[in-house]
C-alpha cells in the first residue's frame, strides 16, 4: 500500500522560505510520479510541481516557477519541496501525491491525475 505522509509546514513571513518533505513508501515499482498540490480556502487544489520518479522530468506552473523546487533523498524514501521567495498567496494546504507513471506530462499534473494521497501540511505565509 502506498503511503504518503508529509511534514515541514509552518508560520513563515513573506519573502521568506520553507522547505516541506514527503515520506513515500509501498511502491511496488518504480515508475511512479510524486506531485506536490496545495488547496487555499475557498480554492481548487492545484499541483506546484511533479516529478518523475523514473527520469527525474519535472513540471512547475507559472506561479511557482523559480521560487519552487522539488529534489529528493532516495536512500530515506523522500521527495523535499523547497520553498523560497514566500508570497501571502503561497499560503495553502500542501498534500504530497503519487501516480502511477514514467513521465510528467503537465495535462496530468493535477489533482484528477493523482492515485494516492497525503493528509497534508498547513504552510501560513504572513505579510
Known amino acids: 500500500e502506498v503511503r504518503l505522509v508529509e511534514s515541514g509546514g509552518g508560520l513563515v513571513q513573506a519573502g521568506g522560505s520553507l522547505k516541506l518533505s514527503c515520506a513515500a513508501s509501498?511502491?511496488?515499482?518504480?515508475?511512479?510520479?510524486i506531485a506536490w498540490l496545495r488547496q487555499a480556502p475557498g480554492k481548487e487544489r492545484e499541483a506546484v510541481v511533479c516529478?518523475?520518479?523514473?527520469?527525474?522530468?519535472?513540471y512547475y506552473p507559472d506561479s511557482v516557477k523559480g521560487r519552487f523546487t522539488v529534489s529528493s533523498d532516495n536512500a530515506k524514501n523522500t521527495v523535499y519541496l523547497q520553498m523560497d521567495s514566500l508570497k501571502p498567496e503561497d499560503a495553502a494546504n500542501y498534500y504530497c501525491?503519487?501516480?502511477?507513471?514514467?513521465?510528467?506530462?503537465?495535462?496530468?499534473?493535477?489533482?484528477?491525475?493523482?492515485?494516492?494521497w497525503g493528509k497534508g501540511t498547513l504552510v501560513t505565509v504572513s505579510s
Open positions: 516529478v518523475s520518479n523514473s527520469d527525474n522530468s519535472t
Open positions: 509501498g511502491f511496488t515499482h518504480d515508475d511512479y510520479i
Open positions: 501525491a503519487a501516480a502511477w507513471g514514467r513521465a510528467v506530462f503537465e495535462a496530468l499534473c493535477g489533482p484528477a491525475g493523482m492515485a494516492y
